[in-house]
């Protein structure tokens, strides 16, 4: 059974950091060449893709967070982090990691609908 678990998720104040990690359990595919991503749900919003690593280990950004999200992965260990720099409260939200085995293209990789597997999600809140 697949398990992915966020952690790194807190409050700070506008400008500061965070760093995001996701740890997959039980994943038998090669994180290597999956497509991985993070997107977030703010109250009342559609959940939306933040950012993506694709089965090239070229990394795809929202416009939103470009310039200030960093997206990596670390093979041997089945990780996947997210550092977030200059935080806005608009960047208040629940993140969630998520992966799938597939090749996506760049089109699909920040639909939530194009992964098969999710995080249960980490809270990221920022106060003004």
């Known amino acids: 059974q697949v398990q992915l678990v966020e952690s790194g998720g807190g409050s700070v104040q506008a400008g500061g950091s965070l760093r995001l990690s996701c740890a997959a359990f039980g994943y038998t595919y090669s994180i290597y060449s999956s497509s991985l991503a993070w997107f977030r749900q703010a109250p009342g919003k559609e959940r939306e893709g933040v950012a993506a690593i694709d089965s090239s280990a070229v990394a795809h950004y929202a416009d939103a967070v470009k310039g200030r999200f960093t997206i990596s992965k670390d093979d041997a260990k089945n990780t996947l982090s997210l550092l977030m720099d200059s935080l806005k409260p608009g960047d208040t939200a629940i993140y969630y990691c998520?992966?799938?085995?597939?090749?996506?293209?760049?089109?699909?990789?920040?639909?939530?609908?194009?992964?098969?597997?999710w995080g249960q999600g980490t809270q990221v809140t920022v106060s003004s």
């Open positions: 998520a992966a799938d085995h597939g090749v996506l293209g760049w089109w699909l990789l920040l639909n939530p609908r194009s992964y098969k597997y």
